[in-house]
């Protein structure tokens, strides 16, 4: 049988709490929207595969309410070397926003 993947999500900019867990798992989560200042700085010190999420307030998220300023913040996680992008089915644009993100990746 095939053994599930494990994913931790990461809240805040505690890199020592990264560091510690990230033996012990396949991936993370970065919730650019509940990190806010300092989640680049984070992720270039990751040693495994990371999904950039930055949520929209009415997703459930904490961050940008300007929708081009969210993307851009995929965007830019795309360039830090994220290895998968998690954007809402609700997201304004989608057609025009996912072909972005494929073109950066």
Do not use: S, Y
Request: net charge neutral; charged share 35%.
């Amino acid at each position: 049988m095939k053994r599930p993947r494990i994913c931790v999500v990461i809240v805040d900019n505690d890199l020592k709490a990264v560091k510690q867990v990230e033996p012990l798992i396949d991936l993370f989560e970065i919730r650019i929207d509940l990190i806010g200042d300092g989640w680049q700085e984070l992720v270039k010190q990751l040693k495994k595969p990371w999904i950039a999420c930055n949520r929209h307030p009415d997703e459930g998220g904490k961050g940008e309410k300007i929708e081009a300023r969210r993307i851009e913040g995929l965007l830019k996680a795309i360039e830090l070397g994220a290895d998968i992008v998690d954007i809402e089915l609700r997201t304004r644009n989608l057609e025009e926003v996912i072909p972005l993100i494929k073109k950066r990746a």
